[in-house]
């Protein structure tokens, strides 16, 4: 069955790794993505910390134009997109008062019928797919997962995982062949939207996130979200200005991660992308490549 | 409760046009443009023990509420903590008595810029604008274009330049924006909100 594909403002160019990864990895676990057609941008962060209607009626529009395109489900990869667009579908459907204003001024045909699901949801419900095209294992690769705030948060609105105790990134990543460690700080939040505006706040956050990361024996950080991806990937040098060595802690999208388990080249994946280098992850993969191939032939 | 919105048009002259109005509490006035009881909070901390920004707020979260139960608008009002909120929404998961204080500091956010409240750092002030300006114009964020104006606004001229060259050679700048064809639609609904907002 189609899945409706909302691919936000980042993946369309800072993080176009995600989007090229998304794609490969769907393709390759026989998902079939068509992208909404014309969509705006979620409003984000600014969007409802200023305006409560905007912030529903932005990505309400988003889900008008997946129902006239016939889709009954939307991955949204931003942790953000999807937490906006999951939270106008939750609103809606609560407050028929707000669901007649919104329909009022989109003027559109809309029943708010679409389902909204973020990408660690889409990979977990597509485990044995993904399982079978596994060729090369992340064997030794220790990995931890990094939910963030808002693929779990608030559980009215998300509701696809524990939201203290989520697994669905770990049951991924151990597909991939990889060792998800146990750490504290999985659920804590990045600084989000707070890069440009308050940087400090962020490089604090980040600093000690990549630091539990670090201590439970993590050998890179796996996310699920552009912003998170931004905020300890780029911000990673002036967190080392704070700490007594460089912590050089890959930073990849889950996405990437499976990719690699899957043998799709680093170029499609987009590995050579991020400030802080990949390579030894890649390493990794390409060691466990051979006897996978070998076995092939 | 639905005659209350006849206090709306005071609330856009100014934030002391209130004290005029003695029949309407800055708690019942919360209630009615938030949707959320703030009775509901019985001040356990919750809240504010698993915020990260708590360490940088003057006012923790649960503070926010109690100034709010209190009728201490001014007080509130006068204070940047509602904007070093990250909407991480780890307050309203844990909250145990199932109020939304995530929700409640979006509320009075819109509510301080509705009074022309000048509260808001002027940094994360400007960025919002600048992120709004770009959905306008573009239908989408275009982050080139998005830095620029913030940087014009907050006056950040030389944050982050050192990584631009950097965030270029991985592909991450892009210098031309993609405006969508359905902007006008797009702007229609901003005007919209907007207008739904002076009501």
Same mark, same amino acid.
């Given at each position: ?24 990895? #769907? ?45 009954? %489900? ?49 990979? %977990?419900?597509?485990?044995? #797919? ?32 524990? *939201? ?53 024996? #993590? ?23 704070? *700490? ?49 191939? %070998?076995?092939?032939? | ?34 949707? !959320? ?19 940088? /707020? ?5 503070? /926010?509420?109690? !100034? ?98 950097? /965030? ?32």
């Amino acid at each position: 069955m189609k899945i409706g594909y909302f691919p936000g403002c980042s993946l369309d160019f800072s993080a176009k790794e995600f989007d090229t990864s998304l794609q490969a990895v #769907a393709t390759s676990a026989g998902m079939e993505l068509e992208e909404i057609k014309d969509w705006a941008c979620c409003g984000a962060t600014s969007g409802h910390a200023t305006n409560h209607l905007l912030s529903i009626a932005l990505p309400a529009r988003t889900l008008a134009l997946a129902e006239e395109q016939e889709l009954e %489900r939307v991955v949204a990869p931003c942790a953000a997109c999807y937490s906006r667009l999951a939270t106008a579908r939750h609103e809606m459907a609560e407050d028929k008062k707000l669901f007649s204003k919104v329909t009022g001024i989109l003027k559109r045909d809309f029943t708010n019928s679409v389902q909204v699901m973020n990408i660690a949801e889409l990979l %977990r419900d597509n485990l044995p #797919a993904i399982k079978e095209k596994v060729t090369h294992p992340l064997k030794d690769l220790k990995v931890a997962c990094y939910y963030g705030c808002l693929l779990v948060r608030p559980p009215k609105v998300t509701g696809f995982d524990d *939201t203290e105790d989520p697994s669905s990134m770990e049951e991924v990543c151990r597909a991939a062949g990889a060792t998800p460690v146990k750490w504290n700080k999985r659920l804590d939040c990045c600084g989000g939207g707070f890069s440009l505006s308050r940087t400090g706040s962020v490089i604090r956050l980040g600093k000690e996130i990549l630091e539990d990361a670090q201590a439970a024996g #993590a050998q890179a950080v796996v996310v699920a979200c552009p912003m998170c991806h931004s905020n300890l990937d780029l911000r990673q040098k002036a967190i080392a200005e704070q *700490t007594a060595k460089p912590l050089e802690m890959p930073i990849l999208f889950i996405t990437q991660l499976v990719g690699l388990a899957m043998g799709i080249s680093e170029q499609i994946l987009g590995l050579n992308r991020h400030f802080v280098s990949a390579q030894p992850i890649i390493a990794k993969a390409t060691v466990k490549a051979l006897p996978a191939a %070998r076995e092939e032939a | 409760m639905e005659k209350e919105t006849a206090s709306g048009e005071s609330e856009n002259t100014s934030a002391s046009a209130h004290h005029g109005h003695a029949e309407e509490s800055f708690r019942s006035e919360v209630r009615q443009a938030i949707g !959320l009881n703030p009775a509901k909070c019985y001040q356990c901390g919750k809240c504010s023990a698993g915020c990260p920004m708590a360490s940088e /707020m003057t006012l923790m979260p649960h503070e /926010m509420i109690r !100034l709010v139960q209190l009728d201490r608008r001014d007080r509130l009002m006068q204070d940047e903590s509602m904007w070093l909120c990250l909407t991480c929404e780890t307050c309203t998961a844990r909250c145990p008595n199932g109020f939304d204080p995530a929700r409640m500091l979006d509320g009075l956010r819109e509510m301080s810029l509705r009074a022309h409240g000048e509260n808001a750092p002027r940094r994360i002030q400007a960025f919002h604008s600048s992120f709004l300006d770009q959905i306008r114009s573009h239908g989408r964020v275009f982050e080139f274009g998005l830095v620029f104006a913030y940087k014009m606004r907050s006056g950040a001229l030389f944050d982050d330049v050192l990584n631009a060259p950097g /965030m270029y050679f991985r592909g991450k700048l892009k210098l031309t924006p993609h405006t969508i064809d359905g902007v006008d639609d797009v702007r229609r609904i901003f005007d919209a909100c907007m207008a739904e907002e002076e009501r």
